[in-house]
């Protein structure tokens, strides 16, 4: 530090002082032995100030400005791009012109006070010591995080500095966006001003156009091409047309329709009768989306591209024009529907004995809520509350029979955004599988299941070598090592020994699920296993579905928004025409098509979903923007070498608490056991770690949330 640097920051600490320093104060408030201020170099200087009449020196031989209202002028303080100047009303003295750090804590349009510092040729240079009246004007600028902490960054043209931010719970900043702010504080100017921020221009368009990326990053198209919308605006509703030949009319049977309350694509229905032996026909009933949309038409190229519909957050990206999905194919209540039906015959040990496929012309008679559904299965007021409870008890019956024979118990749930009436997610909730929501997933894996035998079946009776072309959903047998080391950290979680395995058994896994069903290590323990799994696609090559313990299995119910489903369908309908004699031409052609359509669907499914996650940590991040400095408990569910992912029990989303933030020691990764070791206090951190954390930032062009470590639980 030189003579000038050593005398502008001595200046700088006696106007900050209210009381006289000595010598040794004035060092240390200097940072002496930082800053390799020697002693000697001091005294000279106070000795020249002194001499200027700047500075006195007391009869205890402490030295402060010198306070000589005489000597005091007042002015307003100007400072534009980088230069600053105290105009006062004095003729003799009209300008006094400020070096920065002579300028205290003076903003633009501040009233001060100034006394004069040096004349250097023919200019007057002051110091400002003391602020009469602040302007109080709004600071503009925007909102950044640096260091643990969010700035109002400012114009550099109009102020010298940038403007900490004063927190409270419901500021409502976003990180990026423009803001206005008061100054609440500025005594010190060795510290940053501080501001309250008092308005905050949040657009609701921006938060909405943050969604819009989540479309354009993952190339979602959420328009069709014009020949797409005339093709589709051109089929008739099937309510007004004649039924078809070949169509079986079952519009007098009593079917009904399962659905989340703000579905509108309803592509399933069922019915419930009995043989005349006394044996279950349980009627899976799906929308004939086949019959509108020809092979290779424009809407089946343009919904094969698509793959499959993609659920956001605030949107659908459907894979069918919304004239076809939500209307002509839904299967809407009291309205003539066609469909594709399934007949699957139970014995009393609800073993699938008999199933039949017809095209069918429906006509629901009742549309039911998953909720309104649970209702009346547990025993609400309904009408049809016997067949209710009757097929709920039918599906459990078939789902622990599924279990038995090789399906894995995952217990399953989903993250659900409430949003407000722009479409800006308000609050979080998980639904878990119910008995209603089960109830139309077993009826859907059998009837998935059913058409697959039935195509295997025909095949054989048929006289073919191979089965005919097909497309199914295959999920392979997971990879022993994975599953092992899976093992091992549940053993190190829970203190119980889980013997590695030679072979990969659904029993083995279930016996574990089961164990550790309703207790605390449960959410965490079947993470880890559904990430020891293969991931299930689709294929034109029959390899079973481990997960579910079926060694046929296919996509059929849901052909509205899978592409896989569509297909399905039609190769359904041709074997059914052929009884399964498809010309070699036609298999030639098929067997390639087979293949290419599942890789690429695979693709999609794959896109569509990535899409939907990131959907999902958008609308996390904005619905908690209100939240930050709130502290909550939560729960580690991931660990990676730079720290911690938690969900937050109350808000139910994820964020990261970084390593450096956990506390006071040295925490280093193992990551074979995926867990944080303190080195002086062993303390450990680790999936399923339960910790009380802070909201300490957001990103919501990162789609971040990022904690700050409060206490271990």
């Not at 002082?17 to 240390?28: D, G, V, Y």
């Not at 703000?262 to 069922?270: G, M, S, V």
Request: charged letters at 30%; one cysteine or more.
């Amino acid at each position: 530090m030189n003579k000038e640097q050593l005398t502008d920051q001595l200046l700088l600490v006696l106007s900050d002082t209210a009381k006289p320093l000595n010598i040794s104060q004035i060092l240390k408030e200097l940072d002496s032995s930082s800053n390799g201020i020697e002693v000697s170099d001091l005294e000279e200087i106070l000795i020249d100030l002194s001499e200027n009449n700047l500075i006195t020196k007391n009869s205890k031989n402490k030295y402060s400005l010198v306070d000589d209202s005489t000597d005091l002028i007042e002015g307003f303080y100007n400072y534009k791009r980088g230069h600053s100047v105290v105009v006062t009303n004095d003729s003799h003295n009209s300008i006094f012109y400020v070096d920065n750090e002579h300028s205290y804590t003076a903003l633009d349009g501040d009233k001060v006070k100034v006394k004069l510092y040096d004349v250097k040729k023919g200019k007057q240079y002051g110091v400002v010591v003391d602020i009469v009246e602040r302007k109080n004007s709004d600071i503009e600028g925007t909102v950044e995080y640096s260091d643990g902490e969010y700035y109002l960054k400012t114009n550099p043209d109009k102020y010298r500095y940038d403007f900490l931010i004063e927190w409270h719970d419901d500021l409502g900043l976003l990180e990026g966006k423009k803001a206005k702010g008061v100054l609440t504080d500025w005594s010190n100017p060795k510290k940053p001003p501080k501001v309250k921020v008092k308005v905050v221009n949040e657009n609701i368009d921006d938060l909405r156009s943050a969604f819009n990326r989540i479309v354009d990053e993952y190339e979602l198209n959420e328009t069709f091409p014009i020949k797409v919308q005339k093709e589709a605006n051109q089929i008739k509703d099937p309510s007004e047309t004649k039924l078809s030949k070949g169509r079986k009319d079952i519009r007098d049977k009593f079917i009904i329709t399962v659905d989340p309350a703000d579905a509108k694509d309803f592509d399933d229905a069922i019915s419930l009768e009995y043989d005349e032996n006394n044996n279950i026909v349980l009627g899976v009933h799906i929308a004939d989306v086949s019959f509108y949309v020809p092979e290779n038409s424009e809407i089946d190229i343009e919904a094969r591209e698509r793959g499959n519909s993609t659920y956001l957050v605030d949107r659908v990206v459907p894979m069918l024009p919304e004239v076809l999905s939500n209307d002509i194919c839904s299967l809407k209540p009291n309205i003539d529907r066609n469909a594709f039906s399934v007949f699957m015959t139970l014995d009393s040990n609800y073993e699938l004995i008999h199933y039949e496929l017809h095209e069918t012309l429906i006509n629901s008679k009742k549309r039911y809520s998953y909720e309104e559904a649970l209702d009346t299965i547990n025993g609400g007021k309904d009408d049809n509350t016997a067949l209710m409870q009757t097929l709920a008890e039918i599906s459990q019956k078939l789902r622990r029979k599924r279990f038995e024979n090789g399906g894995i118990n995952f217990s399953s749930s989903e993250l659900r955004f409430e949003l407000n009436e722009d479409r800006i997610p308000i609050k979080s909730n998980i639904k878990s599988a119910t008995k209603s929501t089960q109830m139309i997933e077993e009826f859907m894996l059998l009837a998935n299941r059913s058409v697959t035998l039935f195509v295997k079946g025909l095949s054989k009776k048929a006289g073919n070598k191979d089965t005919l072309p097909f497309i199914y959903r295959i999920h392979e047998d997971p990879d022993r090592a994975v599953v092992n080391e899976a093992f091992q950290f549940i053993s190190h979680l829970t203190g119980n020994k889980f013997k590695k395995v030679s072979e990969v058994r659904a029993k083995d896994i279930n016996n574990i699920l089961n164990k550790f069903e309703d207790t605390p290590n449960s959410p965490v323990i079947n993470q880890v296993l559904i990430r020891s799994m293969a991931k299930a696609i689709y294929s034109q090559k029959n390899y079973g579905h481990f997960g579910l313990g079926f060694e046929d299995y296919t996509h059929f119910t849901s052909p509205i928004r899978r592409y896989a489903d569509l297909v399905v369908h039609r190769l359904l309908k041709e074997y059914m025409k052929s009884n399964g004699k498809a010309s070699k031409s036609r298999i030639d052609y098929l067997k390639p098509f087979t293949k290419t359509v599942s890789d690429h669907i695979s693709l999609t499914e794959r896109k569509s979903m990535e899409a939907e996650r990131a959907s999902n940590k958008l609308a996390a991040v904005i619905m908690v923007r209100n939240k930050v400095g709130n502290e909550y408990n939560g729960t580690v569910t991931g660990v990676i070498n730079f720290g911690l992912f938690l969900i937050l029990d109350e808000l139910n989303v994820e964020g990261l608490l970084h390593v450096k933030d956990l506390g006071n020691d040295y925490y280093r990764f193992d990551e074979k056991n995926l867990k944080f070791l303190g080195k002086r206090t062993k303390t450990e951190f680790t999936i399923g770690t339960r910790l009380r954390v802070k909201i300490a930032k957001i990103n919501i062009g990162k789609s971040q949330i990022d904690f700050e470590f409060i206490e271990k639980l």
